[in-house]
């Protein structure tokens, strides 16, 4: 039965060709605009290494002071992570890291810019980076300031012209260090780990960042298990409520919390206070835009279907005189365009591959890969097949309820 | 006519309500692409406000005071590190700055005026900031050594923020807030045409220019809220390699060991910045092509297959005496009752917008252009759509339609 569907189905595709030209440039345009999405906040926020920990990850990203007249809201300092999230006891590691901070360094007269990370010895612990040379230095390294450098392989190539860079000295930023680790590059929207170059906090220019509350580092806390996370949460807001701000004349109050990235994410981009969980909104709003771009399409499917199945208005006489009832004719129509959403679904795996790959090429996001992988084509199945489905039971529905005698003759309304 | 188009539009009411929705979706989706473009390129075509040409910028990392505020150390390490900049044969000028162009961070404060509450874009700059950035002043004048000393806090607004503030008065010597307990009183003194930081595709904003005084550390140590320049202007004779980028770095190191120098091009910075502000539009500016092609296609189909099924009227009508013009304006007139209804949907869910008060920094004037210009785009798109199949209709002999069945 199935078989006699499918051979009908592509008989009619091929009958009106404009017709399924139309449905399949509509289905796989949709799927391509979908999938390329889907892919952008994979890469925003999807688990793949370094961060393969994600799921039991946290990230103090952000510290707000607030008194009668001023309120300022930056990253924390060091000082601040130090005393209050360093000794978490229901984290089971924690890793302080400064954010990545644009240095200069000089290869023949030209000026190369690199980002330059300052973390301790734990965030490579945290982290796991496959590495291309050496390893990552130690929390030993960190206590003791040895000049060492885990560099990317970016670096390794503008700094070293792409050669052995094991136990090499690069100069940064002013200082000297010796490469000990090259790791793949990392994406620059992940914030946690991006950089060029990671160094030990303990080499910076001034140990002036010891005594700082607010400004330039973040941490990232990890637990032994996803439900520690919660309680980790609140060890963090019950240390903080007591914690003191620099300057007691201006600031009275000290607000931050441990958030996931996807949360650190919501809340600067809808622009709330610190602290205030924000994600389900911002995935609301996500979802409302996907519904939104999806209603066009199906729309335009729908009513290419309604037209397209008009024509058909003998052939469903004929099945009808013949006994078809109104739900083998609704379950045709539907299998047909499912196939039709499939092979546009195809199409539009095929595009968003070329698509995606187009995008990392072009460097707008540097060190950017976007990939269609398995998780993104399963979306893209099921949307196809949802919009298969949807755009051809309304269609179907209506024809499969003509009367034999007037399909016979060709007249629908 | 016109009631006769619309009965026949009424008689299909089932199928025309589908293609008007989609019609009016359409309408949103291309009414919120071309706001965004009208936004863009109105605020593109506004002047600047400052020269970016031959200017470097120096980031200044000094991470060296706790609170972040003035210090009698770091305005002279600033001070020196200028001086060392000026010695440069190369260099025309260095001025100092806290924000500079086309950086993507931002300081802004908010202000209560007259019990209207409003946000600025708060920034710093030493005397000659105004000269070497090309800033043109409106009224008033910039920051110079008269105010060394002054009982007051000078400020430089932008021409928007004076028009918000006092209207068509004088701007001059007024303040924008009442000053709080101890503190000195900040009156306006200049006022400039606009310092659009954020670069050509920024919208509006309120600028506040504070005086940066590298000269006498001692002017503002009382002000917890200013904040030291962290940013050298360096203006480059016309012509300077690349290379001298290294040479400066270098000396500025020497000079402050403990500070990182971030040295880069205005024009480097310019680059980057509009490469972001212009994606977002390109992406949604692509994506909304397709999909008006997409409903032009369907469309097309929908009209395709509408008048072949309907050979049967249309031969009538001609054997009746119907010209092909008549045919066409069938076609083509009800097709454009189907469109004005959908665009009226679309337009009551857009017309919601400024109802609501949610127009923004968007302004009435872009909204107005874009309804329209959004109304003429769709009207061309189904128009064009019903071509095709109404020159089909139009060739319908009468006599198809007598032996028809």
Redesign the interface.
């Known amino acids: 039965m199935l078989e006699n569907y499918l051979k009908i189905a592509f008989k009619v595709f091929q009958r009106r060709k404009f017709f399924t030209f139309i449905s399949l440039f509509g289905i796989s345009f949709t799927l391509l605009v979908l999938m390329v999405a889907v892919a952008f906040l994979d890469h925003f926020f999807g688990a793949f290494p370094p961060e393969t920990k994600l799921d039991r990850s946290l990230g103090v990203y952000a510290l707000r002071m607030s008194g009668p007249h001023s309120i300022w809201t930056a990253n924390p300092g060091y000082q601040f992570l130090d005393r209050y999230v360093r000794p978490l006891t229901s984290a089971e590691k924690v890793s302080i890291h400064s954010e990545p901070v644009k240095v200069c360094s000089w290869k023949d007269g030209q000026r190369v810019s690199l980002y330059l990370k300052r973390t301790d010895g734990e965030f490579w612990q945290i982290l796991e980076f496959r590495f291309l040379e050496g390893g990552p230095f130690t929390p030993e390294d960190e206590r003791s300031a040895n000049f060492v450098a885990v560099i990317n392989e970016a670096t390794r190539t503008k700094l070293l012209g792409g050669s052995a860079a094991l136990g090499k000295s690069i100069e940064v930023d002013g200082q000297r260090f010796r490469v000990v680790g090259v790791v793949p590059n990392v994406p620059f929207f992940r914030m946690g780990p991006f950089s060029d170059i990671w160094v030990p906090i303990s080499t910076s220019k001034s140990d002036a960042y010891k005594r700082e509350m607010m400004g330039g580092f973040g941490a990232t806390i990890l637990a032994r298990t996803r439900s520690d996370l919660p309680a980790i949460r609140r060890e963090f807001s019950s240390r903080i409520e007591h914690a003191e701000p620099p300057d007691p004349k201006n600031y009275d109050r000290v607000e931050s919390g441990a958030e996931t990235f996807f949360e650190s994410f919501a809340r600067e981009i809808l622009n709330s206070k610190v602290g205030e969980d924000r994600s389900t909104a911002l995935l609301g709003i996500l979802c409302g835009i996907a519904v939104l771009f999806m209603v066009l399409p199906t729309l335009n499917l729908v009513n290419v279907n309604v037209s397209r199945i008009l024509e058909r208005t003998p052939e469903i006489g004929v099945r009808k005189a013949f006994g078809a009832s109104r739900r083998t004719l609704v379950g045709q129509f539907v299998i047909e365009n499912v196939v039709l959403c499939l092979v546009g679904g195809a199409i539009g795996f095929v595009l968003s591959f070329l698509v995606l790959r187009m995008i990392s090429a072009s460097g707008l996001i540097p060190y950017a890969e976007f990939h269609v992988n398995y998780r993104i084509f399963l979306y893209g199945l099921a949307v196809a097949t949802f919009f298969g489905v949807f755009s051809g039971v309304l269609p179907a529905w209506r024809m499969a309820r003509l009367h034999p005698v007037e399909a016979l003759r060709g007249r629908a309304r | 006519m016109i009631g006769h188009l619309f009965k026949m539009v009424w008689n299909?009411k089932r199928?025309n309500a589908?293609?008007a929705?989609?019609i009016g979706?359409?309408f949103l989706?291309l009414f919120a692409v071309v706001s965004l473009t009208a936004w863009s390129a109105g605020n593109y075509r506004r002047p600047l406000g400052f020269t970016w040409q031959n200017i470097l910028n120096v980031?200044i990392?000094a991470?060296?005071?706790?609170?972040?505020t003035w210090g009698p150390d770091l305005v002279e390490t600033t001070r020196r590190l200028v001086q060392a900049a000026r010695e440069f044969p190369e260099v025309e000028g260095v001025a100092a700055t806290l924000s500079p162009p086309y950086a993507f961070n931002n300081n802004l404060g908010g202000f209560t005026h007259a019990g209207r509450s409003f946000e600025c874009s708060l920034n710093e700059g030493t005397d000659n900031f105004k000269d070497l950035m090309g800033l043109s002043l409106v009224s008033g004048r910039w920051f110079t050594e008269e105010d060394n000393g002054a009982n007051f806090k000078p400020i430089v607004i932008n021409e928007a923020l004076a028009r918000l503030l006092f209207g068509a008065d004088n701007p001059l010597g007024k303040r924008l807030r009442e000053p709080?307990e101890g503190e000195r009183e900040e009156r306006v003194v200049g006022v400039i045409s606009d310092f659009r930081r954020a670069g050509e595709f920024s919208g509006a904003e309120y600028v506040v220019f504070y005086r940066a005084n590298l000269d006498d550390s001692r002017a503002n140590l009382d002000d917890?809220?200013a904040r030291p320049p962290r940013n050298l202007l360096v203006r480059l004779k016309p012509g300077t390699p690349?290379?001298f980028?290294?040479r400066l770095?270098g000396k500025l190191?020497s000079v402050a060991?403990?500070?990182?120098?971030?040295?880069?091009p205005l024009s480097e910075l310019r680059e980057t910045m509009s490469?972001f502000r212009r994606?977002p539009i390109v992406a949604a500016g692509v994506?909304a092509a397709?999909?008006m092609?997409?409903?032009g296609?369907?469309?097309?189909?929908?009209l395709?297959?509408?008048v072949?099924?309907r050979t049967k009227e249309i031969g009538l009508r001609r054997a009746k005496g119907a010209t092909q013009t008549d045919i066409h304006v069938l076609v083509l007139g009800e097709l454009f009752v189907i469109t004005s209804i959908g665009i009226v949907l679309g337009a009551v869910v857009a017309l919601q917008l400024p109802l609501l008060g949610l127009l923004g920094t968007v302004g009435g004037k872009v909204y107005a252009i874009s309804f329209g210009v959004s109304i003429v785009i769709l009207y061309s798109l189904t128009m064009l759509c019903g071509l095709y199949p109404s020159a089909l209709a139009a060739r319908i002999q009468p006599a198809e339609a007598l032996h028809y069945?």
Do not use: C, H
Not at chain 2, 63 to 68: A, E, L
């Open positions: 299909r199928a589908l293609v929705i989609e979706i359409a989706v980031k990392n991470r060296s005071s706790s609170d972040d709080a917890p809220g690349r290379a980028e290294e770095a190191q060991r403990e500070y990182s120098f971030e040295v880069s490469m994606a994506v397709f999909l092609l997409m409903v296609l369907g469309l097309t189909g929908v395709w297959q509408n072949t099924q069945e």
